[in-house]
């Protein structure tokens, strides 16, 4: 008796080319970000993904003038924090000595100044970037502080979400995005993803000659859960 081999119709090309996907709930977040110049919609994508409370409590953490949210865009509420009154935040609180209860918030954002020397750069009224930054141009040490306050102030599994900006200062790299992990394991929290959001264009300084290291020509935003 000879048996005949079917192929099952799924398998072939015809209906490869043809067939429907079913449609799914389930919706993919890439690790790599389109570039977008309202970030507000990349941040309530990321905030909507990670989160599984429909209405969060979120504290933004270096709120400044509330860019990111794109000044009251966002579809989500938060409340801004900021150590200058002059940015006028919801609460002026400096964010390594935070005003609030333990287990107060199911998110944090926190995003840093990441241009070279803050306090002289031109950026520094744009961005709010008049801070102290150590003797090698980092910002590393003000990591751990506010780690620790944001560990204390997150209810237990609240997120941290970090835009961090790997830099180039004074011929040196930083690698802001391996400092702040570090110090983010080291503090009690666990890397749940890592996105990188492309930009158009980066700081070039007329006065430069050569290049001796590549300009970095995106953000890192990283989300941890507090463990």
């Known amino acids: 008796m000879t048996t005949k081999s079917v192929v099952p119709y799924f398998h072939t090309a015809e209906a490869l080319e043809s067939r429907t996907e079913p449609?799914?709930?389930?919706?993919a977040l890439y690790s790599v970000l389109p570039f977008n110049k309202k970030p507000w919609l990349l941040l309530d994508e990321l905030i909507a993904f990670y989160c599984d409370i429909a209405e969060?409590?979120?504290?933004?953490?270096?709120?400044n003038r509330g860019r990111i949210w794109g000044r009251?865009?966002?579809?989500?509420?938060?409340?801004?924090m900021d150590i200058d009154p002059l940015v006028e935040p919801d609460i002026v609180g400096d964010n390594t000595a935070m005003p609030f209860a333990n287990d107060s918030w199911d998110i944090?954002?926190?995003?840093?100044?990441?241009?070279?020397?803050?306090?002289k750069s031109r950026f520094a009224p744009v961005?709010?970037?008049?801070?102290?930054v150590a003797a090698n141009g980092g910002?590393?040490?003000?990591?751990?502080p506010f780690l620790?306050?944001?560990?204390?102030?997150?209810?237990p599994d609240g997120l941290l979400l970090a835009k961090l900006a790997d830099v180039t200062h004074r011929n040196k790299f930083h690698f802001a995005t391996a400092e702040f992990y570090l110090a983010a394991k080291s503090g009690g929290f666990e890397l749940q993803g890592n996105h990188v959001l492309p930009r158009t264009n980066v700081i070039i300084d007329p006065k430069w000659k050569k290049a001796h290291h590549p300009r970095q020509n995106h953000s890192t935003?990283?989300?941890?859960k507090k463990k």
């Open 23 to 27: 449609e799914s709930a389930y919706k």
């Open 221 to 224: 935003w990283m989300v941890f």
């Open 108 to 119: 944090i954002v926190y995003d840093p100044p990441h241009t070279g020397e803050q306090g």
């Open 56 to 63: 969060p409590r979120i504290l933004d953490a270096t709120v």
């Open 72 to 80: 009251g865009k966002s579809r989500f509420k938060y409340v801004g």
């Open 148 to 155: 620790r306050e944001a560990a204390r102030v997150l209810r």
């Open 139 to 144: 910002l590393a040490h003000t990591y751990p």
């Open 127 to 132: 961005y709010g970037t008049g801070v102290a």
